[in-house]
């Protein structure tokens, strides 16, 4: 069985960034987790490894494109 692959420090970029859209728009974790259901604490400590896929979610919960997401953030 193959080991998942972590990569920590594009983690927790995407965890900063996420934050700080979230309260950029003036918005709690229990508001995010109310519209889309995902538990934001652990998303935004880095302590959990979000699929592309939850990523795009909340992105467009936020109304940023994955490009202008990623855009400035580490390319290790």
């Known amino acids: 069985m193959k080991r998942q692959r972590r990569n920590d420090v594009l983690i927790k970029a995407i965890a900063e960034k996420l934050v700080q859209l979230r309260e950029d728009r003036g918005l709690s974790q229990q508001i995010?987790?109310?519209?889309?259901?995902?538990?934001?604490?652990?998303?935004e400590r880095g302590e959990y490894n979000i699929t592309l896929s939850t990523l795009a979610e909340l992105c467009t919960y936020y109304n940023v494109?994955?490009?202008e997401f990623f855009k400035g953030m580490p390319n290790p």
């Open 65 to 67: 494109s994955l490009k």
């Open 32 to 43: 995010v987790y109310i519209d889309t259901e995902l538990h934001m604490g652990r998303i």
